[in-house]
């Protein structure tokens, strides 16, 4: 295990960053309530095999990442069964507010019919589990998934004409044992919370494994992942990988054409669930197993008016573009805070309130690390936060330095995260005129 206390440094005299923030609240905060976790433990039964439904099974929610022109941004669904096939779902039919609240891993009863491309056309999607309302968000901020050691196996892949670029050693070097590897990026962000196990079968090796060479050709294949993933997994078995003890397939094969991603995911995780990237790359892994977690993008909206700006814009969080510890948001919402009663503090009421930055160890912290205001009586909440540039945040940019950071999201886990705005000396103050929100930093 990597040693994160000089990421958590207990000595309180070396961090005198404390800053003031001044909240006139006009209304009145209502607590959540609280939100059913599913039992996810076990998939259901075979999909069905007819051509009219309805078909149940756990859902595959993947989400495909393309950071560098934010323009192959997609979904795709399936519907597993329990060897862990998928049938490809086309989803035209159902609304984007339920798409929206769907993730990996809960069970489903799918209304309708398979089409010549032998998909199923779905005209309805119903929410099985006894614990889940159909179209709900199905996990809370305490969801023990977020809370626990991951075990994680990773397989190099070639195509029957195209090599993977990545190396054994590299690949676990940024998993496992570089300067920012991922399991480190989890350990540190999570106060020791959350990481990933590199020898969950115990033979005193990292678990990467490969490369496995597989029939698929990069040349027709046609982005053809889930084959890829059946195929990898033959072979990885056939070596010896107990896939029953591990619950993130993770495969790193080469580049091609016809994706048009760097990285591709389970969006939550049930069963299992899988993860693809073309990259050996560090943060592309963190955000991808970050679905794989749950998570959405880190987008921001400087207009607060529920546009997105930027779909990986806020520099701040890995599911942004930031090199950096998660932020506010998906710190609390992962669950992460739960132990440190005095992390986050509920406002609800005008007041002056002491931030200090959310790199420091909330154990030995004198102040607060987060105010939570609840936006009106909606389901939205205003994360207050405040960097500084150590361990982890080292590189982050200035603008988070030099001020608190305002996010929205909802307060279930899950859900996307907003960068609304950063305060400074020059811009100390933002409002929400519509629920009568103002933050104000005192210099």
Not at 41 to 57: I, M, Q, R, T, W
Not at 212 to 237: G, V
Request: some cysteine; charged content about 20%; hydrophobic content about 35%.
């Amino acid at each position: 295990m990597n040693d994160i206390s000089p990421i958590l440094n207990k000595d309180p005299k070396r961090f005198i960053a404390w800053f003031s923030v001044l909240l006139s609240l006009a209304i009145a905060l209502v607590i959540l309530n609280s939100i059913n976790v599913p039992d996810n433990s076990n998939s259901l039964a075979l999909v069905s095999e007819y051509n009219n439904g309805p078909f149940e099974g756990e859902l595959d929610v993947i989400k495909s990442d393309d950071f560098d022109n934010e323009k192959n941004i997609r979904y795709d669904y399936y519907v597993r069964d329990k060897q862990g096939k998928g049938i490809a779902i086309d989803v035209k039919g159902i609304s984007k507010e339920k798409l929206e609240n769907l993730r990996s891993g809960v069970k489903v009863k799918i209304n309708g019919h398979k089409n010549d491309k032998k998909e199923i056309e779905a005209l309805d999607i119903q929410v099985t589990d006894a614990s889940v309302s159909t179209g709900s968000v199905v996990t809370d901020p305490q969801a023990v998934i977020n809370l626990e050691e991951r075990k994680a196996v990773v397989m190099l892949v070639n195509f029957a004409d195209k090599n993977t670029s990545a190396t054994l050693s590299g690949v676990t070097s940024v998993m496992y044992t570089g300067t920012s590897n991922v399991d480190r990026w989890y350990r540190t962000s999570s106060q020791g919370q959350l990481g990933f196990n590199p020898d969950t079968d115990g033979n005193g090796s990292p678990d990467v494994f490969g490369p496995f060479t597989i029939p698929s050709l990069s040349s027709t294949s046609s982005c053809n992942y889930y084959q890829w993933a059946y195929e990898a997994e033959s072979m990885a078995q056939a070596a010896g990988v107990d896939f029953s003890k591990y619950q993130h397939r993770v495969f790193v094969v080469p580049s091609n054409g016809g994706c048009g991603w760097s990285g591709i995911a389970n969006l939550g995780c049930g069963t299992f669930c899988r993860a693809w990237t073309n990259t050996q790359n560090a943060y592309v892994l963190t955000h991808e197993l970050g679905h794989n977690l749950g998570m959405h993008h880190a987008s921001t909206d400087p207009e607060n008016d529920g546009i997105i700006n930027s779909e990986y814009g806020d520099a701040s969080d890995p599911m942004g573009n930031g090199r950096t510890l998660f932020s506010s948001p998906n710190d609390v919402k992962n669950g992460w805070a739960v132990p440190f009663p005095n992390k986050v503090i509920d406002v609800t009421q005008t007041g002056e309130y002491l931030l200090s930055p959310l790199s420091f160890n909330p154990e030995t912290s004198s102040s607060s690390q987060v105010l939570r205001i609840r936006k009106g009586t909606t389901s939205d909440y205003y994360f207050i936060s405040f960097r500084k540039a150590e361990g982890m945040d080292a590189s982050i940019n200035a603008i988070f330095t030099g001020g608190a950071s305002i996010h929205r999201s909802t307060n279930i886990k899950g859900g996307r995260t907003y960068l609304i705005r950063t305060l400074s000396s020059t811009v100390p103050t933002w409002t929400d005129s519509a629920y009568g929100i103002t933050i104000s930093q005192v210099e």
